[in-house]
């Protein structure tokens, strides 16, 4: 059974930064691509990053670019989505996503989900 878990959401004022983590489970993980997709309340789910098998590739929500960073530990099965300069726009319940496709843009499995609150 396929399980991501994520952690490391809060509230946090404009202009600061948050770490969101993923712990991958019950699936080789070097052999999934992983990414991060978020959701905003009355707004629809939104594609923000993602990340190739040995993550030599990486893909960014353009408004995300220079603020946002992705990376993957394979030896510890953990994707991880690094957050500065937030914005309150950025308020969003963040979900890990994991898929064999790297260029395809579905993901089979998903995370619960973690809040990020972003203040202004």
């Known amino acids: 059974q396929v399980q991501l878990v994520e952690s490391g959401g809060g509230l946090v004022q404009a202009g600061g930064s948050l770490r969101l983590s993923c712990a991958a489970s019950?699936?080789?993980?070097?052999?999934?691509?992983m990414g991060w997709f978020r959701q905003a309340p009355g707004k629809e789910r939104e594609f923000v990053a993602r990340i190739s098998w040995r993550g030599t590739s990486t893909v960014l929500l353009d408004s995300a670019k220079g603020r946002f960073t992705i990376s993957r530990d394979n030896a510890k099965n953990t994707v991880s989505l690094q957050m500065d300069s937030l914005k309150p726009e950025d308020t969003a319940v963040y979900y890990c996503v994991a898929d064999r496709n790297f260029f395809s843009g579905e993901y089979a499995y998903w995370g619960q989900g973690t809040q990020v609150t972003v203040s202004s």
């Open positions: 019950g699936l080789t993980f070097s052999n999934y691509a």
